[in-house]
């Protein structure tokens, strides 16, 4: 059964970057599938911040890109996401995923594993 | 990047069947995926592809998808189907291999 876990400082300060890990159990990220950071801010939607496939590819949203960094350990079978010069609007529940790219004659994509999520406050 | 547009908040009695819409020009390319969360919870897939649930979900769930349109059905929605739904799919209008989310709608079972 695959499982993704969250962790990382619950409080970061303005100006400051972000850092988290998503480590992956019983799925040997090196073997495939690109994996994902998900935010929702407190009372409001989710939203996509970027993926990495196991070669270390990476693709991020473009209202954010300028300030993530998103990198794998398959060693340790782990994830990161790292969000510079973050404010107050970075405050939000952040999840890991794992997504699934699947054919049957067409293709179609999906995030079939997520993590419990971890809450970071920005605050000085 | 492209949008997915959800009303805000849908009811339905319960035992009876609810269809939560999402609408966006990706969905003319591909299929949404479905999600539902509840408060304090990850969000878990529910739909997927075509009309494709993964191990656990209830067959009461089911997905369709016309033109720019996907729709997720309840029927005959049970108590603990409250909760909030949202729909995403990869973003056609140009990094395809980005992601879009719907706003998201609150089911209430009255």
């Known amino acids: 059964q695959v499982q993704l876990q969250e962790s990382g400082p619950g409080l970061v300060k303005p100006s400051e970057t972000l850092s988290l890990t998503c480590a992956v159990s019983?799925?040997?990220?090196?073997?495939?599938?690109?994996w994902g950071w998900i935010r929702q801010p407190p009372g409001k939607g989710l939203e996509w911040i970027g993926s990495?496939?196991?070669?270390?590819?990476?693709y991020y949203n473009p209202s954010l890109k300028s300030r993530v960094t998103i990198s794998v350990d398959t060693s340790k079978n782990q994830f990161s996401l790292k969000l510079s010069s973050v404010t107050a609007a970075d405050t939000a529940v952040y999840y890991c995923?794992?997504?699934?790219?699947?054919?049957?004659?067409?293709?179609?994509?999906?995030?079939?594993?997520w993590g419990k999520g971890t809450t970071v406050t920005v605050s000085s | 990047s492209s949008e997915l547009t959800q009303d805000p908040a849908v009811s339905v009695a319960l035992g009876q069947t609810v269809r939560i819409t999402c609408q966006g020009d990706?969905?003319?390319?591909?299929?949404a995926s479905w999600y539902q969360q509840k408060p304090g919870q990850a969000p878990v897939l529910v739909i997927y592809?075509?009309?494709n649930r993964p191990s656990g979900i209830p067959d009461r769930f089911s997905g369709s998808s016309s033109g720019n349109t996907a729709s997720l059905t309840i029927t005959g929605a049970q108590a603990e189907d409250e909760a909030d739904y949202y729909c995403?799919?990869?973003?056609?209008?140009?990094?395809?291999?980005?992601?879009?989310f719907g706003g998201g709608t609150k089911l209430t079972v009255l």
């Open positions: 995923a794992r997504e699934v790219v699947a054919a049957e004659g067409y293709y179609y994509y999906y995030m079939d594993v």
């Open positions: 019983g799925y040997s990220i090196s073997s495939g599938y690109y």
């Open positions: 990495i496939y196991h070669s270390g590819s990476t």
């Open positions: 990706s969905l003319r390319s591909y299929y």
């Open positions: 592809g075509k009309n």
């Open positions: 995403n799919s990869r973003d056609s209008s140009g990094n395809h291999f980005a992601w879009v």
